[in-house]
């Protein structure tokens, strides 16, 4: 079974640039998650996707960042303009509708802002 | 604001010892409790669940719920060097599946 994939794995850019990330989840997983991951800390949950409706995204900088799940499978993830302080790795997971609760990661996307 | 607090460490055990990682949490509602294990440039990947009070064992590792005093820890017994490596303690509330993570504790486990 192909686990969640992301892209790219790296970008660095310079701040007040764009920047957008891509996820795919597990095939047939409902719900799809995308947390940022701050160097020494744990995972913050930024937006909550069950197919392609917004679940919770009290946590998105909506000023900033938007993201988008077209057809309940991919998503993307923007950011416009990027800080300093919004370089991490950005996390994706997904989950089957019904199950315990385990979150699939992918590999994640480590966001560099100078 | 729900909190998940964990101890940062480091924490160090030589090899064969048993290492203990604490996880203290502020939602009374929680439900749904899980440790991950993260190694450094890697995702977090799941290692227990638990959603019970009491003990759970998988193989050399034990979780432990206490909801009454809002604590979770995680045993490890037999440390190798190949569980050196972050871990995230993750807590949601019923039904949600929306998991809050701790900081996380590095453990290191020293041959």
């Known amino acids: 079974e192909a686990g969640v994939a992301q892209s790219p794995r790296y970008k660095i850019i310079e701040k007040r640039q764009s920047v957008a990330f891509w996820c795919n989840p597990i095939?047939?997983?409902?719900?799809l998650y995308w947390y940022q991951q701050i160097l020494g800390q744990g995972p913050k949950l930024l937006i909550q996707f069950q197919n392609n409706g917004v679940v919770d995204d009290s946590q998105l900088p909506k000023d900033r960042f938007s993201a988008e799940r077209l057809k309940g499978v991919d998503s993307t993830l923007k950011i416009q303009p990027a800080k300093l302080e919004d370089s991490a790795v950005y996390l994706c997971?997904?989950?089957?509708?019904?199950?315990?609760?385990?979150?699939?990661f992918g590999e994640g996307s480590r966001l560099t802002v100078l | 604001q729900k909190e998940v607090e964990q101890n940062s460490g480091p924490l160090s055990v030589p090899e064969g010892a048993i290492a203990s990682l604490n996880c203290t949490y502020s939602?009374?509602?929680?439900?749904?409790f899980f440790w991950y294990r993260q190694y450094s440039g890697k995702s977090p990947e799941l290692i227990m669940s638990?959603?019970?009070?009491g003990d759970k064992e998988d193989g050399r590792f034990t979780a432990q719920l206490n909801k009454a005093s809002q604590y979770v820890s995680l045993l490890i017994r037999d440390s190798q060097p190949s569980d050196s490596a972050t871990y995230l303690c993750a807590v949601s509330g019923a039904g949600s599946y929306q998991l809050t993570f701790g900081k996380g504790t590095k453990l290191s486990v020293i041959p």
């Open positions: 939602d009374r509602g929680s439900q749904s």
């Open positions: 997971a997904s989950r089957e509708l019904v199950n315990t609760g385990e979150l699939f």
């Open positions: 095939s047939g997983h409902a719900t």
């Open positions: 638990i959603y019970s009070n």
